[in-house]
């Protein structure tokens, strides 16, 4: 094989990702390196065109981090201009009925208005963005459009990570205009990829990360932005739902949130753990929008904007190790769910201010996890996720409202089948025939993906690689029909017919928009997930 000669950079601490978590690190360290004098270097890579290109979240957002971070956030210009204002909780019922839940029965982990903390509404990708301002203020290196293809590890240390080569063809030829991957060396690491990153799952492989720990456990997010009329826009009003259209056998709960500029975000977050092969995430995501409850808030509006995200959602009893030689893992990388255990980054820095020439492991960071409230929330709702895949959306509801009313007092829960094995066979179940998009409300995949803005180079190696090319056809098409037709919500998988007339397996990767569900719930764990070339996927705005 051709040796490539690399460049290579150094720096004291490398950054992957550019999302909240990765951020809010890397102004934490520069914060610390000002306050003692110290000369730092911090570079943060970013796979997306641009920062917040590929972030997606609800959201509903609680300041308390950030308040820790930039006290002065509102004088600095923070995209927080929306107060959560007005709550509503609602149990779908069937296509037209639903009940409103009264406040007392609503898990205090939910209410998102009154108290002493003010929530907003807000862009997660906004947030990044002015998170970026930040740290570039502050003196980080910020690279976009470079996706990390591999952790360098020498003698069992992470010691950073390899760009990924750009110009490179389908047939693996250098194209006209290549250009090699650089090596960014650094004392140390910090992986904070998002759910199910491509290094941070090989890490936690490697160094044996999650040993003694449940598998962890996802959802997938769908989430579009709409314009709506200024006469049924209430700045502030937020929902959350469960019930229909998932079946008591299928877990997981919309939201609609009224944003700022006559804009309303609205989706679904479907458990992963769910049973059936048939069901289509994104389908029912286009059914639950048909709703009284929720069509009342886009009727007469315009869809602006579509994507769709795998969430970590295991919690405590999934938490993997966050240490190791070197690096650390961060954020929904590792599974926290929340950004805000920066608190234990000044162990990091005082390696490095201290002479420390990198590769330790930064084994008092997690003393000081753990001793965070960010931790104490985490270790509160431990069993939140794991009772209702127990025992169901209601039940596991009652089991953690009791529990948060108790002081978390009860028997904690523990889920210990991996997502990708709890699909059944499709002879178990009906087939699902999903009423055809009326193009006001719901939509067909295609013209949803054409709203995240992906593009891929069609001419690259595709970032989604089958161990067993034969797997699909041969395994998964007779026994679940084939579910990455259905469980992918960009149309990147298809089964068609051959030029012989018999079924092959499709992947348009140019469509994907980087959720990982393939990764996660293929039953076989055939599909990988790694990064393209840098800058391709989703390009969405403020969502």
């Not at 003694?212 to 769908?222: M, N």
């Amino acid at each position: 094989m051709e040796q490539v000669e690399r460049d290579s950079m150094d720096f004291d601490v490398v950054i992957v990702g550019a999302g909240p978590s990765g951020l809010a690190a890397a102004c934490r360290l520069m914060q610390q390196a000002s306050e003692a004098e110290q000369e730092l270097t911090v570079c943060v890579v970013e796979k997306g065109s641009e920062v917040g290109a590929h972030i997606l979240s609800g959201a509903v957002f609680e300041t308390r981090a950030l308040d820790e971070l930039f006290p002065d956030w509102e004088k600095r210009g923070a995209p927080l201009t929306t107060p959560a204002t007005r709550d509503e909780l609602y149990l779908l019922k069937d296509a037209d009925k639903a009940q409103k839940l009264p406040n007392a029965l609503v898990p205090k982990s939910m209410h998102n208005t009154g108290g002493d903390e003010t929530r907003y509404v807000i862009s997660a990708a906004n947030l990044s963005r002015w998170l970026a301002e930040q740290a570039e203020e502050l003196g980080v290196e910020i690279f976009p459009g470079f996706a990390a293809q591999e952790a360098i590890v020498e003698d069992g240390v992470v010691r950073g990570i390899l760009i990924g080569d750009m110009g490179v063809s389908a047939e693996g030829q250098h194209k006209d205009g290549y250009m090699p991957g650089m090596e960014l060396r650094a004392k140390y690491t910090l992986f904070a990829e998002g759910a199910r990153g491509h290094l941070g799952k090989r890490l936690i492989e490697q160094f044996k990360l999650d040993e003694g720990k449940d598998p962890q456990h996802y959802g997938i997010g769908l989430k579009e932005l709409w314009d709506v009329p200024a006469e049924q826009h209430e700045p502030g009003l937020v929902l959350h739902g469960s019930g229909w259209p998932l079946d008591k056998h299928t877990h997981g709960g919309w939201f609609l949130y009224h944003a700022e500029n006559q804009q309303v975000v609205v989706g679904l977050i479907m458990d992963l753990a769910y049973q059936n092969p048939w069901l289509s995430p994104f389908d029912e995501f286009q059914r639950m929008k048909h709703h009284p409850v929720v069509t009342k808030h886009l009727t007469g509006g315009k869809r602006i904007a579509y994507g769709a995200r795998a969430i970590t959602k295991g919690g405590l009893n999934c938490l993997p190790k966050m240490t190791f030689p070197g690096g650390l893992l961060i954020g929904c990388d590792a599974g926290t769910l929340n950004f805000s255990k920066i608190k234990g980054l000044h162990t990091a820095f005082e390696s490095i201010a201290g002479g420390d020439e990198g590769g330790q492991e930064l084994t008092t960071f997690t003393d000081k996890w753990e001793a965070s409230w960010a931790f104490a929330e985490l270790k509160e709702s431990a069993s939140f996720g794991p009772a209702i895949h127990k025992y169901g959306t209601i039940g596991g509801g009652a089991y953690n409202f009791l529990n948060q009313l108790l002081g978390s007092k009860l028997p904690n829960v523990h889920d210990t089948t991996p997502d990708h094995a709890t699909l059944k066979p499709a002879a178990e179940f009906e087939k699902i025939d999903y009423p055809r998009p009326d193009g006001k409300l719901s939509f067909d995949k295609l013209s949803s993906v054409f709203l995240s803005n992906t593009n891929h180079e069609e001419d690259q190696p595709s970032h989604l690689k089958l161990a067993d090319p034969e797997l699909p056809i041969r395994d998964n098409l007779p026994e679940y029909a084939e579910p990455a037709q259905r469980y992918c919500p960009a149309g990147v998988y298809e089964v068609i017919e051959g030029d012989d007339g018999k079924p092959q397996f499709q992947i348009n990767f140019q469509n994907c928009v980087h959720c990982k569900t393939c990764d996660i719930k293929d039953p076989a764990q055939n599909i990988t997930w790694v990064a393209p070339e840098g800058g391709g996927g989703p390009n969405y705005p403020n969502m």
